[in-house]
């Protein structure tokens, strides 16, 4: 047996959203070893520079290659659009997914009848205009309509996930996809998929399909596994280790909602 196969999959993400990437991995392949970062002293990223979020980006590929992972998985969209390219570059043989790349072809493959694609994210994921170009370099007829919704991450970070408040801002920014005919919906941060069944239920009457990248991309990492037969063949749960850069008091009651189990440690790494 390849001794890779049980080294961890490393995810990382600018705060507590990228844990839905890890809930994905988990119940697809629920024998991986997994290695969470989350950057929580230093988040938001979205609302920061493109050179700032690059920095961040890289101390904290750092800090997954030192633990020997097989594939690093960047569950943070901003992260994706700007700094895609220098994280693959910086990790050489190790294989990098992000989710701009999952959700654009999840998007793809969803089906169309109007050719119409909406994409919500942070005010740097949707400014880079990153889904547009991934989407158009596969399928140059697709109209794609963006909106930034840099008030979801807050509040998704308070654990204001379904009250009168978020459905508020919800109505506000999704209000003018309701008559743009979109096929799908393109959930551009990894903290917007708890957000998921109150905006499915928002555009129920317009057909739209809602895309969550935190299950393509952990699709697409089984495949890729498999692929290079690094799949982990144990028959025991994969364990999880969570790190992160502050501890807001909340942290670890939001991670537990996030992925339904009890998380037994959570350790403070300071990356400076």
């Known amino acids: 047996m390849n001794n890779r196969t049980q080294a961890p999959i490393g995810i990382f993400d600018s705060g507590i959203g990228g844990l839905t990437v890890v809930k994905a991995v988990m119940e697809t392949m629920p024998n ?16 920061k520079s493109i050179e700032t979020i690059r920095e961040y980006a890289l101390q904290i590929t750092d800090f997954l290659l030192k633990r020997n992972i097989k594939l690093i998985l960047i569950a943070c969209n901003s992260v994706s659009a700007v700094a895609n390219q220098e994280i693959k570059d910086y990790c050489g043989a190790i294989p990098v997914l992000d989710v701009v790349e999952a959700g654009a072809l999840a998007a793809l493959e969803a089906p169309s009848e109007n050719h119409h694609i909406g994409v919500i994210g942070t005010l740097a994921t949707i400014g880079s205009e990153a889904y547009d170009k991934s989407i158009h370099s596969k399928n140059n007829l697709k109209k794609i309509y963006s909106r930034a919704c840099p008030l979801l991450v807050p509040l998704a970070e308070e654990g204001w996930i379904n009250n009168e408040i978020s459905a508020l801002v919800l109505h506000e920014y999704l209000k003018d996809f309701k008559d743009k005919n979109l096929d799908s919906l393109i959930l551009g941060c990894t903290h917007y998929p708890l957000f998921k069944t109150q905006i499915e239920d928002y555009l129920r009457d317009t057909n739209t399909k809602v895309i969550d990248s935190a299950i393509s991309i952990a699709k697409m990492a089984n495949a890729l596994l498999k692929s290079q037969k690094l799949i982990n063949q144990s028959t025991e749960s994969g364990v999880f280790e969570c790190y992160v850069s502050d501890k807001p008091q909340r942290f670890q009651a939001l991670a537990e909602r996030f992925l339904g189990k009890r998380l037994n440690r959570i350790e403070i790494v300071n990356l400076k």
């Open 32 to 47: 991986e070893n997994i290695i969470y970062f989350g950057d929580t002293a230093r988040v938001p990223y979205g609302i």
